[in-house]
């Protein structure tokens, strides 16, 4: 189903967010998730374009959103997506659906472990806590149950709507578009790691 067969507990757990310059979505996906889950929880989160605007730090309209939520967003330098982080991502988030075929594109034995950031985050509502925590097992870690949530996840996905896959891209546009893209990523994000970290 990807690099492993199944998750080694004796590694992270990778998260790759992708979108297209790496300056706005993906990176605030990145900050965003990283926020919620904390520090030890296992999960590494990282991001890349498609076409990214090698070496740039995230858009300073995005920053000035991410510091509104006390979200670090300094420290940033765009990169390119390889088939290297894609191969070695146990979960992709892709901020569109065309991301997400991009990727698959690239990496086609990754089609099963790349969704659409808010296709993932609706597919793991519907997921019963009471699945994830058998197939997670007792005392899971936050990347143990994430590696868990990922196949029930998954068996979900002929029943979702595909129409609100997609997060608007706001690059150089109005500031009123910055913020429903904001709008769009921060719940997606969220319930991620409310799922996760058994916050529901």
Same mark, same amino acid.
Not at 17 to 36: D, K
Not at 37 to 43: D, E, F, R, W
Not at 144 to 173: C, G, K, M, N, T
Not at 176 to 191: F, G, H, L, N, T
């Given at each position: 189903?990807?690099?492993?067969?199944?998750?080694?507990?004796?590694?992270?757990?990778?998260?790759?967010?992708?979108?297209?310059?790496?300056?706005?979505?993906?990176?605030?996906?990145?900050?965003?998730?990283?926020?919620?889950?904390?520090?030890?929880?296992?999960?590494?989160?990282?991001?890349?374009?498609?076409?990214?605007?090698?070496?740039?730090?995230?858009?300073?309209?995005?920053?000035?959103?991410?510091? $509104?939520? +006390?979200? !670090?967003?300094?420290?940033?330098?765009? %990169? *390119?997506?390889? /088939?290297?982080?894609? =191969?070695?991502? &146990?979960?992709?988030?892709?901020?569109?659906?065309?991301?997400?075929?991009?990727?698959?594109?690239?990496?086609?034995?990754?089609?099963?472990?790349?969704?659409?950031?808010?296709?993932?985050?609706?597919?793991?509502?519907?997921?019963?806590?009471?699945?994830?925590?058998?197939?997670?097992?007792?005392?899971?870690?936050?990347?143990?149950?994430?590696?868990?949530?990922?196949?029930?996840?998954?068996?979900?996905?002929?029943?979702? $709507?595909? +129409?609100? !896959?997609?997060?608007?891209?706001?690059? %150089? *546009?109005?500031? /009123?578009?910055?913020? =429903?893209?904001? &709008?769009?990523?921060?719940?997606?994000?969220?319930?991620?790691?409310?799922?996760?970290?058994?916050?529901?």
């Amino acid at each position: 189903m990807g690099r492993r067969a199944l998750y080694d507990v004796n590694e992270e757990f990778t998260v790759l967010t992708v979108c297209t310059g790496n300056i706005c979505r993906s990176p605030a996906v990145e900050r965003l998730l990283r926020a919620e889950l904390g520090t030890g929880s296992g999960i590494r989160v990282h991001s890349a374009g498609t076409g990214a605007l090698v070496g740039e730090p995230i858009h300073h309209p995005v920053a000035g959103l991410l510091r $509104d939520l +006390s979200v !670090d967003a300094d420290a940033h330098e765009a %990169r *390119r997506i390889t /088939e290297a982080m894609v =191969r070695e991502a &146990d979960l992709i988030l892709a901020l569109t659906r065309e991301h997400r075929a991009d990727v698959v594109e690239l990496v086609p034995a990754a089609v099963r472990r790349t969704f659409t950031l808010r296709e993932f985050a609706r597919l793991a509502e519907q997921v019963d806590p009471a699945a994830l925590a058998e197939a997670a097992g007792a005392e899971a870690s936050p990347a143990e149950r994430l590696a868990a949530l990922l196949p029930l996840a998954s068996a979900y996905r002929a029943q979702v $709507d595909p +129409s609100l !896959d997609d997060v608007i891209d706001p690059f %150089r *546009r109005a500031p /009123e578009v910055y913020q =429903r893209s904001m &709008d769009e990523i921060v719940p997606a994000v969220r319930i991620i790691a409310d799922v996760v970290l058994e916050r529901r």
